[in-house]
């Protein structure tokens, strides 16, 4: 009898070791945008297979097979590849991958190792513009303020003639400077390069000097398209990333700020040396009391002032925009007939919450 009862224990233990198992395998299952790693099975003339092990099969076609056929050609089967996952599950119950989508990432990551370990990379100048070089790592394009620049290659012009010093900048074009990667931005896909190789003292004088919320004065020492650089004294500058410049739309920095220009900044982050700074937080937010100028079903008077995919971006005061949608259009093609950009129009607010700085709009709605 005691024999029998052990039989069934063993009988019954058996599933349920193969359903925790099976459950285990669920809880592995990626998220999309996480990497995977696995084999290639197969290979055909517009489809890669790839095996996930117990998670499953993946799969890269479409578009992802034309954004990556260059690296697709030279894949054999079996060769181990990283993909980002697109789709956990599409409608034939593959996995869908990206393989450029990952290269992407593993770049950004090598990024930030790169900034963590000061990781030293000799790189030649591709360009230069009055504030600094421009460099590339990896088919991104960075940044590097001259600021940055070691003694021996900093343009030390008397008058300070801005003309002259992009001229000695241009000088070092096509050289290899060793340079390390102080700032990455994924976002934005830029990197910020230095020639100066910032210690552990130089960081903790930062830190010690500067603080959150400190409000200072400083001069603009270089425009990009994602921000401008503000020096704050010898050797020490910080950013304004284009989101921090105005409350507004801003698309090109190079419109505002001259190199020189004296600007009052907030400090609103100190991250491993690097000083991240804010124009706008000196500045009253727009939606701060917005609802008492605003409320759905006004008819207001705004300006078109940009469009993107999901219809047109239009102002009704600096900093206060709101949504017309695509769809009341039909076709972004027909959208850009009925409206223009820098024109004015009359609109009814069909959504608006302050709290939230979200508001959509309505050119039907006025003419309906």
Avoid: C
């Amino acid at each position: 009898m005691k024999k029998e009862t052990e039989t069934v224990e063993k009988v019954v233990e058996a599933p349920l070791s193969f359903m925790a198992t099976l459950m285990q395998d669920m809880k592995n299952l990626p998220e999309v945008d996480s990497l995977v790693e696995g084999p290639v099975l197969g290979v055909e003339k517009s489809v890669v297979y790839i095996n996930l092990g117990p998670i499953g099969t993946g799969i890269i076609f479409g578009r992802e097979f034309i954004n990556a056929r260059d690296v697709i050609k030279k894949l054999n089967i079996g060769d181990i590849i990283t993909a980002k996952v697109v789709d956990t599950e599409n409608e034939d119950g593959y996995i869908e991958l990206s393989l450029k989508e990952a290269r992407q990432a593993i770049i950004w990551s090598e990024a930030e190792e790169a900034i963590k370990s000061k990781k030293a990379l000799e790189l030649p100048v591709k360009d230069a513009n009055k504030g600094g070089l421009i460099i590339e790592w990896q088919g991104i394009q960075g940044f590097l303020p001259a600021s940055q620049l070691k003694s021996e290659h900093y343009p030390r012009i008397e008058d300070g003639d801005k003309d002259k010093i992009l001229g000695e900048l241009k000088k070092l074009i096509g050289k290899r400077i060793a340079v390390t990667i102080i700032g990455a931005i994924p976002k934005e896909g830029k990197l910020i390069f230095s020639e100066k190789e910032q210690g552990v003292k130089e960081k903790r004088e930062i830190s010690g000097k500067y603080s959150i919320g400190d409000e200072l004065e400083g001069s603009i020492s270089g425009v990009v398209d994602f921000g401008v650089f503000v020096k704050l004294e010898d050797g020490i500058e910080g950013l304004v990333h284009i989101s921090e410049i105005g409350w507004g739309l801003v698309e090109d920095p190079r419109k505002l700020f001259k190199l020189g220009e004296k600007v009052r900044v907030k400090v609103i982050e100190i991250k491993d040396g690097k000083i991240s700074l804010s124009l706008k937080a000196l500045k009253e937010n727009p939606w701060k009391d917005a609802e008492k100028r605003y409320k759905k079903g006004d008819t207001v008077t705004g300006i078109v002032i940009k469009f993107n995919h999901y219809g047109a971006l239009v102002s009704l005061e600096e900093g206060i925009a709101g949504l017309v949608h695509v769809s009341e259009f039909g076709s972004e093609e027909k959208l850009k007939k009925v409206l223009e950009l820098g024109r004015t129009y009359p609109f009814i607010i069909t959504i608006f919450d302050a709290k939230d700085q979200k508001m959509t709009l309505s050119l039907k709605a006025v003419n309906s």
